[in-house]
């Protein structure tokens, strides 16, 4: 039996049927292209590095159901072959550049690609950073130095010193001689001032409220007799200028230009002849000032050394992610003025077991004319994190494979991954340019999921690249350390499984990759607490700050 159709019907089911297929009305038979273009990169690779700083993007773009109508390479349009290879040359500035390359056909679908590549002058790891570290010492830290040597003064055992010199006056044991005895000996508060100045720290100490008891036993014409005295001062000042130096590639300090004087001198001793009298007035004077000078003397270069304990050379080694990494530190050059001090450092670090590694080198002048801020200034050129960063690339510090538990957060992206392998194609670089950048790149981490269980091998396998903006921050040892802030986070999906119960898509992909950034930045905190970042002995440094400065991170703190 026929089946009747009224022409009604017939029109609806026309414009039904064309919805569905995508057929247009008028007789155009074209196919809706709902499915992106095809992208391949065939350069630059992966993981690639070039000494140089221009770069040339290759590759093809086709589409099976229509044509590509524009390939861009960071936003600027590529020159594209009616054959659908592409070139693009590129020029960058030295580091990590990130490369994200769209392809987009008639029909205005995309496909994209995002891939890393470092590029700059790459140095052997064991070349030093020359000019590692710039450190400026405001003029207003100088009190701190000051109350550290008036500290130690105020508990050195004067008395024990004078006692152990006994008999600190002894002109022998003949008719005509004499020995004088320290008793006691006490002395009031020490106070000191350390100044800037040119050449060094002017420093001035004044011992207050000297007071000396003691007895002499004599001989006048071969007759014996003994007497006690008594010797007060308002004070003892001494006054001298601490010269650092640089001596065999280290901070060598010397007090030089020294005075010194008693203010309001007094000897209370009665009875006894006139030439034992006059030893008071010269040898036992003597003896006491050459007791107090002695060890104030030693006191001033002694805690200026501690003051600038990170500053001096010196050889140490770090603990981080599994390997021991050796961190030299020598200072070449410096100087003292009315404003301050200025230390350069060379800086080295290593990775025991590394051999044949590279890092980015990208020396720059210190900022020196930048840094006059009060208190404590440290620059540090990019180049230290460099060489430790590319140090522990090489020796697989970053390289994570782990089997995942029960409530792991990746099985919330894949309930079937009970492994994840995580490989960094390039070492993490840092940079600090001259305004607004101070970061840590990393290119083009694969991280790999997998089911071994199962055995349905990878279940996804995705392409991570990112840049980590560093903060200043106070450490609970009271120092200034770099950690890791906000991030931006780019992420390709090269290969997922058919078997995945739900697909990845890009707002998938970028949750997973924000997963695991996080756990490379709890590692890169770790990492760069290891900075030779120098602080002040006996300071305590608040308000830290930090911006970079050609090349260099700026990093300062107050004094409380």
């Known amino acids: ?106 029909a205005g679908n995309q496909q994209f690609d995002t891939r890393a590549v470092l590029i700059g002058n790459l140095v052997e790891q064991d070349t030093p950073v020359a000019d590692g570290v710039v450190a400026r010492i405001g003029a207003d830290t100088y009190e701190v130095l000051g109350r550290m040597v008036s500290e130690l003064a105020s508990i050195t055992d004067f008395e024990a010193l004078a006692l152990s010199l006994n008999p600190v006056v002894n002109t022998g044991n003949g008719c005509n001689s004499a020995k004088i005895y320290v008793e006691t000996l006490s002395l009031g508060d020490v106070p000191v001032s350390a ?104 006191l001033l270069p002694d805690r200026a050394s501690e003051f600038l304990s990170d500053l001096l050379a010196d050889s140490y080694t770090i603990s981080a992610l599994g390997h021991s990494i050796n961190v030299s530190v020598k200072p070449t050059a410096m100087t003292w003025d009315e404003s301050g001090g200025l230390i350069i450092i060379e800086t080295n670090a290593s990775v025991d077991g590394v051999f044949g590694a590279h890092y980015l080198s990208t020396p720059m002048a210190p900022p020196i004319a930048d840094m006059g801020a009060p208190g404590l200034q440290v620059g540090l050129a990019d180049d230290v994190p460099n060489q430790l ?64 269980d199962e055995g349905l091998g990878t279940l996804a396998k995705i392409a991570i690249s990112a840049q980590l903006h560093l903060a200043a921050a106070l450490g609970a040892d009271g120092r200034i350390h770099l950690q890791t802030a906000q991030s931006r986070i780019l992420t390709q999906i090269l290969e997922q499984s058919d078997q995945l119960f739900i697909p990845l898509d890009s707002a998938k992909a970028a949750a997973f990759a924000d ?46």
């Open 515 to 560: 997963l695991a950034i996080k756990r490379f930045a709890r590692n890169a905190d770790d990492l760069l607490a290891g900075l030779p970042i120098p602080s002040l002995v006996g300071a305590t440094l608040t308000n830290p700050t930090i911006e970079p400065r050609g090349g260099y991170v700026v990093v300062g703190a107050s004094l409380d």
């Open 389 to 452: 960063l590319a140090a522990m690339w090489a020796a697989g510090s970053f390289e994570i494979g782990y089997d995942t538990r029960e409530n792991d957060p990746v099985r919330t992206f894949f309930p079937r991954a009970d492994r994840v392998e995580i490989y960094f194609s390039l070492p993490p670089v840092a940079t600090a340019a001259t305004i607004g950048i101070l970061d840590i790149a990393v290119g083009d981490v694969i991280v790999e999921i997998l089911d071994d």
């Open 1 to 106: 039996m026929a089946t009747t159709v009224c022409p009604a019907k017939m029109l609806a089911l026309v414009f039904s049927l064309s919805a569905c297929s995508g057929t247009q009305p008028g007789g155009d038979s074209q196919t809706a292209d709902r499915n992106p273009p095809i992208l391949e990169i065939t350069a630059p690779l992966r993981g690639a590095m070039s000494d140089g700083t221009i770069l040339i993007v290759t590759g093809r773009a086709f589409d099976y159901e229509t044509s590509v109508t524009q390939v861009t390479v960071n936003g600027h349009l590529a020159e594209l072959e009616i054959d659908g290879t592409f070139t693009f040359e590129l020029s960058g500035t030295d580091g990590i550049i990130f490369l994200e390359t769209v392809a987009v056909d008639e």
């Open 195 to 298: 100044t800037a100045v040119a050449g060094g720290i002017d420093a001035a100490v004044s011992v207050k409220d000297v007071e000396v008891t003691g007895r002499v036993t004599f001989r006048l014409l071969c007759i014996g007799g003994s007497a006690s005295f008594t010797i007060t001062a308002d004070s003892y000042n001494l006054t001298g200028l601490v010269r650092p130096t640089i001596v065999n590639s280290d901070i060598s300090l010397r007090l030089d230009n020294v005075t010194s004087a008693f203010s309001g001198f007094d000897l209370d001793v009665g009875g006894i002849p006139g030439f034992v009298e006059n030893l008071f007035e010269g040898k036992v004077r003597d003896f006491l000032a050459d007791l107090l000078g002695d060890r104030v003397g030693e």
